[in-house]
């Protein structure tokens, strides 16, 4: 008879053999996948190609002609034609009066071997200066901005000396001084290198850190006080220092001290990826002297409190000298006196002449805010209005007393300074994201638009991002953008960046080019219309400590890189219909105003320059002395018909 098997014990054992073979392919096929998810991804990464944008379409922005009465700032003071400080001048509006080349392209990289946070500002003739930070063989540094190459150096290696400062020497007849303030000495020099003074600042830096201490060591840059006739630095502790600007003499018995507190400790990267970024930077940059930590954990301690009491410049009013200082808020302030400020504190300071030759520093306005502010504060072109982004995602606008007129928000946490125009009201803001236009219109502020960043195809979750301060030139909007691979709401990890050109109308791109590096620094632009970068690797450090990433990257880069214009007719023709646009802004019977005629000579200028090295700079010359002579006369309709017949003349020859 046969046996008979139950119908579990007849079916258990192939139940459990197809389960087990079952699993084992799902892992597999599962397996299969992500590497050919992997696979794509980084061939994707890899082969990324930027959109294509051809020539850009004429300009149309026309600004509000009511907003371009305002005053020009007197000597020294230098013409608003490139950045003549971190943020291009004394107010830290970001804008400049001329140009930017429509089409450019990467020209040279120079001092590679330095990390660059600041910078580069310009003379009139184009050169350019920088402070590198913990790197390379100079605290400061002169390249030839056609060429990249040195013209001159101070030796050191110091936590660096921000952007330096360029000023008129009114002193010394067409000429100009480059002003390189360190911790413990203040220096000014000629535009050759020539020592004018130097100074003692009064502050001693610590010969070592001990774990866990703050570098009190690196400013921001140096500002100009026109009451006072002063330079000004301020550093990351706090400390505020001043000298005379012609002969070097302290101003301040001591150093003035902001009355904030350190700054309380936020969140920050695991510590893995810390350390690699850490390795990778000193790799590339050096050890940093006698500190316990590596270069990118200095630069989170910036970012996310770490002690210090000042995270960004500092502005100074051209019109009434009020100094304008985003720091940390008094300990007291977050209700919890513990020795650290969770707070953001926005001061107005007065450099007050108490008698002949002394001076002292006093607080005239204070506004305190939750959380606090990256932003350097941002001042009005007519010095009413005072304007930064706190760490919630609010623009914020104040009167010049620091109380408080409107704020809306963002949506996302304003990661840069202000850019603030002086046509129009506008304002250009950004957070990881966008790059947004906004317009003052007195009570409030207004959306315009968010820049349409298309510069690449969007996959595997990576979008198109902003990446830096933006930069309002007379022509359009400068801005550092890329693609990314987004973290959270504050922190992006680039693979690709370049430099985008934005319509000051629409905020559509007009083109993009890729530079080789990023910057933290600003995208100064030089008075060839040109764009200089501060190569600052500190996202991308991020970006190569990623194993899965670093193999679609290129190395690490320091120094400054120019992208250059590629076509001089088309920066010519920019910069001539800049000009026209404007003044047909303006009234038949009205005149012009005086910083309009500045600019329009400065455009003029530059049109002039960009047609030099095909030699027709000298054939449009004349015209363009024609214009400027309708202008001054009052006759701005003649001045327009001159500019038309020269634009359309250069686009037929180009």
Same mark, same amino acid.
């Given at each position: 008879?046969?046996?008979?098997?139950?119908?579990? @014990?007849?079916?258990?054992? &192939? *139940?459990?053999?197809?389960?087990?073979?079952?699993?084992?392919?799902?892992?597999?096929?599962?397996?299969?996948? !992500?590497?050919?998810?992997?696979?794509?991804? !980084?061939?994707?990464?890899?082969?990324?190609?930027? %959109?294509?944008?051809?020539?850009?379409?004429? #300009?149309?922005?026309?600004?509000?002609?009511?907003?371009? =009465?305002? +005053?020009?700032?007197?000597?020294?003071?230098?013409?608003?034609?490139?950045?003549?400080?971190?943020?291009?001048?004394?107010?830290?509006?970001?804008?400049?009066?001329?140009?930017?080349?429509?089409?450019?392209?990467?020209?040279?990289?120079?001092?590679?071997?330095?990390?660059?946070?600041?910078?580069?500002?310009?003379?009139?003739?184009?050169?350019?200066?920088?402070?590198?930070?913990?790197?390379?063989?100079?605290?400061?540094?002169?390249?030839?901005? /056609?060429?990249?190459?040195?013209?001159?150096?101070?030796?050191?290696?110091?936590?660096?000396?921000?952007? $330096?400062?360029?000023?008129?020497?009114?002193?010394?007849?067409?000429?100009?001084?480059?002003?390189?303030?360190?911790?413990?000495?203040?220096?000014?020099?000629?535009?050759?290198?020539?020592?004018?003074?130097?100074?003692?600042?009064?502050?001693?830096? &610590?010969?070592?850190?001990?774990?866990? +201490? +703050?570098?009190?060591?690196?400013?921001?840059? @140096?500002?100009?006080?026109?009451?006072?006739?002063?330079?000004?630095? !301020?550093?990351?502790?706090?400390?505020?220092?001043?000298?005379?600007?012609?002969?070097?003499?302290?101003?301040?018995? =001591?150093?003035?001290?902001?009355?904030?507190?350190?700054?309380?400790?936020?969140? %920050?990267?695991?510590?893995?990826?810390?350390?690699?970024?850490?390795?990778?930077?000193?790799?590339?940059?050096?050890?940093?002297?006698?500190?316990? %930590?590596?270069?990118?954990?200095?630069?989170?301690?910036?970012?996310?409190?770490?002690?210090?009491?000042?995270?960004?410049?500092?502005?100074?009013?051209?019109?009434?000298?009020?100094?304008?200082?985003?720091?940390?808020?008094?300990?007291?302030?977050?209700?919890?006196?513990?020795?650290?400020?969770?707070?953001?504190?926005?001061?107005?300071?007065?450099?007050?002449?108490?008698?002949?030759?002394?001076?002292? +520093? =006093?607080?005239?306005?204070?506004?305190?805010?939750?959380?606090?502010?990256?932003?350097?504060?941002?001042? @009005?072109?007519?010095? /009413?209005?005072?304007?930064?982004?706190?760490?919630?995602?609010?623009?914020?606008?104040?009167?010049?007393?620091?109380?408080?007129?409107?704020?809306?928000?963002?949506?996302?946490? #304003?990661?840069?300074?202000?850019?603030?125009?002086?046509?129009?009201?506008?304002?250009?803001?950004?957070?990881?994201?966008?790059?947004? %236009?906004? *317009?003052?219109?007195?009570?409030?502020? =207004?959306?315009?638009?968010?820049? /349409?960043?298309?510069?690449?195809?969007?996959?595997?979750?990576?979008?198109?991002?902003?990446?830096?301060? $933006?930069?309002?030139?007379?022509?359009?909007?400068?801005?550092?953008?890329?693609?990314?691979? &987004?973290?959270?709401?504050?922190?992006?990890? &680039?693979?690709?960046?370049?430099?985008?050109?934005?319509?000051?109308?629409?905020?559509?791109?007009?083109?993009?080019?890729?530079?080789?590096?990023?910057?933290?620094?600003?995208?100064?632009?030089?008075?060839?219309?040109?764009?200089?970068?501060?190569?600052?690797?500190?996202?991308?450090?991020?970006?190569?400590?990623?194993?899965?990433?670093?193999?679609?990257?290129?190395?690490?880069?320091?120094?400054?890189?120019?992208?250059?214009?590629?076509?001089?007719?088309? #920066?010519?023709?920019?910069?001539?219909?800049?000009?026209?646009?404007?003044?047909?802004?303006?009234?038949?019977?009205?005149?012009?105003?005086?910083?309009?005629?500045?600019?329009?000579?400065?455009?003029?200028?530059?049109?002039?320059?960009?047609?030099?090295?095909?030699?027709?700079?000298?054939?449009?010359?004349?015209?363009? /002395?024609?214009?400027?002579?309708?202008?001054?006369?009052?006759?701005?309709?003649?001045?327009?018909?001159?500019?038309?017949?020269?634009?359309? *003349?250069?686009?037929?020859?180009?």
């Amino acid at each position: 008879m046969r046996k008979t098997v139950s119908q579990d @014990s007849a079916t258990s054992r &192939p *139940r459990r053999f197809t389960l087990v073979r079952c699993v084992g392919l799902g892992n597999i096929c599962l397996a299969v996948i !992500l590497v050919a998810a992997t696979l794509a991804f !980084l061939s994707y990464v890899r082969n990324l190609t930027p %959109k294509t944008y051809g020539t850009p379409a004429p #300009l149309a922005w026309v600004p509000e002609p009511a907003a371009l =009465e305002m +005053m020009v700032p007197a000597s020294p003071i230098p013409v608003n034609n490139s950045f003549r400080t971190l943020h291009s001048d004394t107010r830290c509006s970001d804008e400049i009066a001329t140009a930017v080349a429509p089409m450019l392209t990467v020209d040279w990289s120079a001092e590679t071997n330095m990390f660059v946070g600041e910078g580069p500002t310009f003379d009139d003739e184009g050169n350019l200066y920088f402070s590198p930070v913990y790197s390379g063989d100079a605290s400061l540094i002169s390249l030839d901005g /056609k060429t990249g190459k040195r013209r001159w150096a101070i030796p050191g290696t110091t936590s660096g000396a921000g952007a $330096p400062l360029v000023l008129d020497a009114p002193e010394l007849p067409g000429k100009q001084a480059v002003y390189h303030i360190l911790y413990e000495t203040a220096r000014a020099y000629t535009t050759d290198g020539k020592l004018l003074w130097e100074t003692p600042t009064g502050l001693t830096a &610590p010969k070592e850190l001990l774990p866990g +201490m +703050m570098d009190p060591t690196h400013n921001w840059g @140096s500002n100009y006080h026109p009451a006072a006739d002063a330079v000004l630095g !301020l550093f990351v502790d706090g400390k505020i220092v001043a000298f005379h600007r012609k002969t070097g003499r302290p101003l301040l018995r =001591e150093p003035y001290e902001i009355p904030g507190a350190p700054a309380m400790d936020s969140e %920050k990267p695991a510590a893995w990826l810390v350390n690699r970024a850490d390795d990778l930077l000193e790799t590339v940059f050096g050890e940093i002297p006698h500190a316990d %930590k590596g270069l990118f954990s200095v630069l989170l301690d910036v970012l996310f409190g770490g002690g210090v009491k000042v995270a960004n410049y500092f502005s100074i009013d051209p019109v009434t000298s009020r100094i304008f200082v985003a720091a940390t808020a008094p300990d007291e302030a977050d209700g919890t006196v513990d020795g650290r400020s969770e707070w953001g504190g926005l001061y107005g300071l007065e450099l007050v002449e108490t008698q002949k030759g002394a001076w002292k +520093m =006093e607080v005239a306005a204070t506004a305190t805010f939750e959380g606090g502010t990256g932003s350097t504060p941002t001042i @009005s072109a007519d010095g /009413k209005r005072v304007y930064v982004g706190d760490n919630f995602g609010a623009l914020i606008a104040f009167d010049r007393d620091l109380s408080e007129i409107w704020r809306l928000t963002v949506g996302d946490q #304003l990661v840069a300074s202000v850019a603030v125009s002086a046509e129009g009201g506008e304002l250009f803001c950004v957070t990881i994201n966008d790059i947004i %236009k906004y *317009r003052d219109i007195g009570d409030r502020g =207004e959306e315009v638009w968010r820049a /349409k960043l298309d510069m690449y195809p969007e996959r595997f979750g990576l979008k198109n991002v902003n990446l830096l301060t $933006p930069t309002p030139t007379a022509n359009a909007v400068v801005v550092q953008v890329g693609i990314a691979l &987004p973290v959270n709401r504050t922190a992006n990890i &680039p693979v690709r960046t370049g430099v985008g050109i934005l319509d000051r109308e629409t905020g559509a791109l007009r083109n993009y080019i890729e530079s080789p590096e990023e910057s933290i620094s600003v995208s100064a632009v030089g008075p060839d219309g040109g764009v200089y970068l501060a190569n600052s690797p500190t996202r991308r450090a991020l970006t190569l400590s990623l194993p899965l990433l670093r193999s679609t990257q290129p190395p690490l880069m320091g120094g400054v890189t120019r992208l250059a214009s590629t076509s001089p007719e088309a #920066l010519a023709v920019e910069a001539i219909r800049a000009a026209r646009l404007r003044l047909s802004a303006i009234g038949k019977d009205e005149a012009v105003p005086p910083r309009l005629e500045q600019q329009c000579a400065l455009l003029m200028d530059q049109v002039i320059q960009a047609l030099a090295p095909d030699n027709t700079g000298d054939a449009v010359a004349g015209h363009l /002395k024609t214009v400027m002579t309708s202008i001054q006369s009052g006759n701005t309709e003649h001045a327009v018909e001159t500019l038309t017949a020269m634009e359309n *003349r250069i686009r037929e020859a180009g």
